[in-house]
């Protein structure tokens, strides 16, 4: 059964920064994408960013510059460096993966920024 271990969410000024993690675990099959999506009140959940593998990675437009993600495939471990974070960036932080032509997601952590 697959497992997400998410971490780093809270609370944090407007400007500030956090760092989010996330490890998965219980598959078989080599994870292809790792990455996050988030959902903000009322919102749909939509991409932040993904990396693959390889390294390539992606980035919706609204974070450019300003998040950074990366992975650590031994460890089956994703990351997500915010920073310069805005009221915008609040939601529910949801890790992913596409690992054997599946897609799972775990359970979110919330990030809250205050003005």
């Known amino acids: 059964q697959v497992q997400f271990a998410e971490s780093g969410g809270g609370l944090v000024q407007a400007g500030g920064s956090l760092n989010l993690s996330c490890v998965v675990s219980g598959t078989s099959a080599s994870i292809y994408i790792m990455g996050w999506h988030r959902q903000g009140s009322g919102d749909q959940r939509e991409l932040v960013a993904t990396i693959t593998s390889g390294g390539s990675i992606k980035y919706a437009d609204s974070v450019k510059g300003r998040f950074a993600i990366s992975r650590d495939n031994a460890k089956n471990t994703v990351y997500l460096q915010m920073d310069s974070l805005n009221p915008e960036d609040a939601g529910v932080y949801y890790c992913?993966?596409?690992?054997?032509?599946?897609?799972?997601w775990g359970q979110g952590t919330q990030v809250a920024v205050s003005s």
């Open positions: 992913y993966m596409q690992a054997g032509g599946y897609d799972y």
